[in-house]
T-cell receptor
Framework: SQTIHQWPATLVQPVGSPLSLECTVEGTSNPNLYWYRQAAGRGLQLLFYSVGIGQISSEVPQNLSASRPQDRQFILSSKKLLLSDSGFYLC????????????FGPGTRLTVL | SQQGEEDPQALSIQEGENATMNCSYKTSINNLQWYRQNSGRGLVHLILIRSNEREKHSGRLRVTLDTSKKSSSLLITASRAADTASYFCAAGGGNKLTFGTGTQLKVEL
């Protein structure tokens, strides 16, 4: 069966510090991968998605970047965090070539102080 | 930006009652999906309805889709306290989903 891992679960970082959040998927090949951000009490905002290694689509121009160095690994990064980067970050995957069911990781709660 | 809008934003009902949530979207879709999120957790997929379908059932869930009105509804019958959560619709198309703003459902004993 497929599983998705995200870490860390919580993170407190100072303004101006770098960020690296990692997401890995097991039990499937060539998945589509997604990074979302959720502000408190709000819906999900799609940040990046990837349909293959090295292929990144950016949905919202901002202080973040994403990379997919391996088929089942998706990384969200920032060189310098802003206060507005605080939120709940969710990684998800679905079978490649589709917009069917997405499977979500447990999320990372990021607080920028 | 968020494409979908859910209505109502919050809903409080008694256990055993039915809960209905509505969703509107703006562009053409391949499918419309509903997800559930317990506080502080990831989302869990509930049900998917394709653009050529009008109604679908899964257990206590019933979802309808009206592509002419670009709207969908989710009905949860005989609600339970454990159904307390946030519910999101998501419009599927072009390798991605666009999520609505969500409905917070509270089911009281």
């Amino acid at each position: 069966s497929q599983t998705i891992h995200q870490w860390p679960a919580t993170l407190v970082q100072p303004v101006g510090s770098p960020l690296s959040l990692e997401c890995t998927v097991e039990g499937t090949s060539n998945p589509n991968l997604y990074w979302y951000r959720q502000a408190a009490g709000r819906g999900l905002q799609l940040l990046f998605y990837s349909v293959g290694i090295g292929q990144i689509s950016s949905e919202v121009p901002q202080n973040l970047s994403a990379s997919r160095p391996q088929d089942r690994q998706f990384i969200l990064s920032s060189k310098k965090l802003l206060l507005s980067d605080s939120g709940f970050y969710l990684c998800a995957w679905c079978h490649g070539g589709s917009t069917d069911t997405q499977y979500f990781g447990p999320g990372t709660r990021l607080t920028v102080l | 930006s968020q494409q979908g809008e859910e209505d109502p934003q919050a809903l409080s009902i008694q256990e055993g009652e039915n809960a209905t949530m509505n969703c509107s979207y703006k562009t053409s879709i391949n499918n419309l999906q509903w997800y559930r999120q317990n506080s502080g957790r990831g989302l869990v997929h509930l049900i998917l309805i394709r653009s050529n379908e009008r109604e679908k059932h899964s257990g206590r869930l019933r979802v309808t889709l009206d592509t002419s009105k670009k709207s969908s509804s989710l009905l949860i019958t005989a609600s339970r306290a454990a159904d307390t959560a946030s519910y999101f619709c998501a419009a599927g198309g072009g390798n991605k989903l666009t999520f609505g703003t969500g409905t917070q459902l509270k089911v009281e004993l």
